[in-house]
């Protein structure tokens, strides 16, 4: 049986890679990772304002700021909050490139154009195989319209795509108006993959201390829900790898994202439940569920129920809107 498959243009023994995570912070676990059958690994998240930071140095800047508008930078992290500084993140690249044969995609998170995607260099030459691109950004501003935040984003990414020669997927939000053009528009940058979705962290209202206080909550498998549809939709139409992220911890979970037409998945909130030895047991899941089926490669998995056979996808989604809403009965 066949498990390889193709990501980024990197060849992978299976699916089944370890997302961006704390994972990547201690080069035994990720051994440890790469024993139970990872595929490949996703650094946490380097972000726009720690290059920026670094780059410009305004570190000083920022704290004159707060001296007199203190609610500016309250929000972010101080910055020895961040788990890895830039200069700690590229040495942590260099160790896991030197103990994993398993490729190790760094990943860098922003929203705007600026110098901070020139980091991305800095990455490729510390042995990075790959770069994951976070899209991650609230548009809260009335004055901007959707297509100037796009018109950004896109920016942003080409701007990633020219500073390295490695492959960049880029990591996006399910809020677009409009996400087949947007994937599409990001393939026209030269993007190798784009990778399905990131995860919006809700606050909740702290009602003694009268504060926006931050939660945590772990992915579940109704999260998939939501992959599965749009890489149903992409699959057919974009030529770049896709990835699920989110949602995936059971096999069966991986067996969906495939038929959907997913080239790899990302799994993380069930490796923080479970341990790194669950990756072995989703991978057995996966050869199980293969077996019994009747598949020999993941190749003839891929895409096995997106839409490309579906003449129109749009009617299709509104008669499944309609089916569920008349299946309730009081």
């Not at 990872?38 to 650094?43: F, I």
């Not at 949602?247 to 790899?264: I, R, S």
Request: aromatic share 8%.
């Amino acid at each position: 049986m066949n498990l390889t498959t193709q990501y980024l243009g990197l060849k992978l023994k299976n699916p089944l890679v370890v997302g961006a995570s704390p994972f990547g912070d201690n080069t035994y676990m990720a051994l440890e990772l790469q024993d139970a059958g990872a595929s490949a690994l996703v650094m946490r998240s380097l972000f726009e304002e720690q290059v920026d930071a670094e780059q410009r140095a305004l570190v000083h800047h920022l704290e004159s700021t707060a001296n007199s508008h203190p609610e500016g930078t309250s929000y972010f992290p101080n910055f020895d909050e961040y788990q890895l500084a830039p200069d700690q993140y590229l040495r942590q690249l260099g160790q896991l490139k030197s103990s994993l044969t398993i490729p190790v995609i760094a990943s860098l998170n922003g929203c705007r154009p600026g110098g901070w995607t020139d980091y991305a260099r800095r990455l490729e030459s510390a042995g990075a195989d790959a770069i994951e691109l976070n899209l991650y950004q609230l548009a809260t501003d009335p004055d901007v319209a959707a297509d100037e935040v796009e018109a950004d984003l896109l920016q942003t990414v080409r701007n990633a795509v020219e500073a390295v020669r490695i492959p960049l997927a880029v990591k996006i939000s399910s809020f677009h108006t409009a996400p087949v053009h947007f994937a599409k528009a990001l393939e026209g940058t030269g993007v190798a993959g784009i990778v399905l979705f990131n995860r919006f962290y809700q606050p909740d209202f702290n009602l003694e201390e009268l504060e926006v206080q931050p939660q945590l909550r772990l992915s579940d498998s109704s999260e998939l829900l939501l992959r599965l549809r749009w890489l149903a939709i992409l699959s057919p139409r974009v030529r770049c790898s896709l990835a699920a992220s989110g949602g995936v911890h059971q096999a069966e979970d991986v067996v969906k994202a495939l038929l959907a037409g997913a080239d790899t998945v990302q799994v993380v909130s069930a490796l923080l439940k479970n341990g790194p030895k669950f990756l072995s047991i989703l991978i057995a899941g996966l050869r199980h569920w293969m077996n019994e089926h009747g598949y020999e490669s993941i190749g003839e998995v891929r895409g096995a129920m997106n839409l490309r056979h579906c003449p129109n996808p749009a009617a299709f989604e509104r008669a499944n809107y309609q089916r569920i809403l008349q299946s309730w009965r009081i």
